[in-house]
């Protein structure tokens, strides 16, 4: 008897067996992170393109003022 196809990586079957579905836990933790990160970190971290992060970016829609103002003043610090 065949086996029905399944999720292609070992620890999605973790949430199959948990009924999270897949792509919801994926989308969740991509929109988390796009929340978290610039795009260009986002890409290179996830191995997505640069114009794909810059979607998740935008549909995450976070301002990033506070954050290169931080910075500037750490690097006025040393």
Do not use: C, F, K, Q
Not at 12 to 30: H, Q
Not at 43 to 55: I, V
């Amino acid at each position: 008897m065949p086996v029905p196809p399944g999720p292609s990586r070992p620890d999605a079957w973790v949430w199959v067996a948990s009924d999270i579905p897949v792509r919801t836990a994926r989308n969740g933790a991509l929109a988390a992170l796009a929340a978290d990160l610039p795009s260009p970190i986002l890409a290179d971290e996830t191995g997505m393109h640069r114009h794909t992060a810059l979607r998740w970016v935008a549909y995450a829609r976070r301002d990033w003022v506070e954050y290169l103002a931080a910075r500037a003043e750490d690097e006025a610090e040393r």
